[in-house]
């Protein structure tokens, strides 16, 4: 346990909760550099690594105009045009080589939405409404913890949704079909932040923490300095998660 001394002395974790972060299934939807963020700082907390795993999601090669956020790939994968999820792994296995790692190189879409039904907490990592929005969809239907962030210039805002407890995202954001094709900027600290938040979620959630796990919609303007909390409720009527 030498490795995990640091976070084992955090009383709320402690040994028991860093047993739990071992056998964790994770599953993150997007390799860029939210996911890469979530990612390693996962691997680095052990998750997964005993009876569980970390499964990576993307379709996606390295480009040069991904360094500058995506913290894993070098400027090697992007020549080599490598799938995220393939220069990612070769990335967490430098980190941990006995990491229990699981990548498809494939879109997050309703042909594998199933296959949440095999995770203890799924984490958005992606960069459009559409794919976020089903997977809140999978979420509510699978009954999983789903952990959220967006993000866009200099801000973004994160929520963490424990289907039949919380409101869903569907709660308080109506849902966006289109995806938007328009390239989004954002500058490279952003996706750290959120990223690290994301992971802490997600341990709190592996760890059986749940009073500790955000359930307002937090913001945060980097640039301009301002943070805001949105509490959100259930919506009677949600289309999403209703209950019958
Ligand atoms: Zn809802």
Redesign the pocket.
Same mark, same amino acid.
């Given at each position: 346990m030498e490795r995990y001394l640091r976070q084992t002395l955090f009383a709320p974790l402690g040994e028991a909760g860093q047993r739990l972060l071992q056998r964790g299934r994770v599953l993150i939807v997007g390799c860029g550099a939210l996911g890469g963020t979530v990612a390693d700082l996962l691997v680095r907390a052990g998750v997964g690594k005993d009876d569980g795993r970390i499964t990576l999601l993307d379709p996606d090669v390295v480009q040069l105009s991904n360094l500058h956020r995506q913290v894993l790939f070098t400027e090697e994968d992007a020549r080599q045009g490598r799938f995220k999820v393939e220069a990612a792994q070769k990335a967490l296995l430098q980190a941990d080589q006995a990491a229990n790692l699981e990548i498809f190189p494939v879109r997050f879409d309703e042909s594998n939405l199933s296959m949440v039904a095999d995770f203890d907490v799924l984490v958005d990592a992606t960069d459009n409404f559409p794919t976020r929005f089903l997977m809140n969809r999978a979420a509510?239907k699978y009954g999983k913890p789903f952990v959220t962030a967006g993000i866009a210039g200099a801000s973004g805002q994160t929520v963490t949704i424990l289907p039949g407890v919380t409101? !869903?995202l569907? !709660?308080f954001l109506q849902a966006v079909e289109e995806i938007q094709e328009n390239i989004i900027p954002v500058l490279g600290p952003l996706p750290q932040i959120f990223g690290a938040m994301e992971a802490m979620e997600t341990i709190k959630i592996l760890s059986g923490c749940l009073d500790a796990v955000n359930r307002s919609l937090l913001t945060f303007d980097l640039w301009g300095n301002r943070t805001h909390r949105f509490e959100v409720v259930?919506?009677v009527d !949600?289309s999403? !998660?209703k209950e019958p």
């Open positions: 509510v409101a !869903c569907e !709660c259930r919506s !949600c999403v !998660c």
